[in-house]
C-alpha cells in the first residue's frame, strides 16, 4: 500500500528555513516522480516543486530560488529545503505521487511563517 508521511513543519518566523520530508513506501520509489504541493486557509492546492525519476527538479515561480527539492532513494524520501520561508509560505504542505494512474497523498504538515 502506498503510504507518504510528512514531517518537517513547523512555526518559524520570516526569513528563517525549515526542511520537510516525505517518507514513501509501498511502491517502487527509485521510478516514480515526486512532488510537493501546498495549500493555504481558502485556497486551492498547489504544485510547489516537483523532483522526476532521473532527479530533473521544478519549481513554482512563488519560491523559486528559496526551496530545493532533493529525494534520496536509499532512504525513499523526497526533501523540501524551504530558506528565507515567507509569510505567504504558509499553508499545509503535502507530498504527492502518480502511481499506475493513482494520486498519492500523504497527511501534510503545516508551515507557518508569522513574526
Known amino acids: 500500500q502506498v503510504q507518504l508521511v510528512e514531517s518537517g513543519g513547523g512555526l518559524v518566523q520570516p526569513g528563517w528555513s525549515l526542511r520537510l520530508s516525505c517518507a514513501a513506501s509501498?511502491?517502487?520509489?527509485?521510478?516514480?516522480?515526486m512532488d510537493w504541493y501546498r495549500q493555504a486557509p481558502g485556497k486551492e492546492r498547489e504544485l510547489v516543486a516537483s523532483?522526476?525519476?532521473?532527479?530533473?527538479?521544478s519549481y513554482a515561480d512563488s519560491v523559486k530560488g528559496r526551496f530545493t527539492i532533493s529525494r534520496s532513494n536509499m532512504k525513499n524520501t523526497v526533501y523540501l529545503q524551504m530558506n528565507r520561508l515567507e509569510p505567504e509560505d504558509t499553508a499545509v504542505y503535502y507530498c504527492n505521487t502518480k502511481d499506475l494512474g493513482t494520486d498519492y497523498w500523504g497527511q501534510g504538515t503545516q508551515v507557518t511563517v508569522s513574526s
Open positions: 509501498g511502491f517502487d520509489f527509485r521510478l516514480n516522480d
Open positions: 523532483i522526476t525519476s532521473r532527479f530533473y527538479t
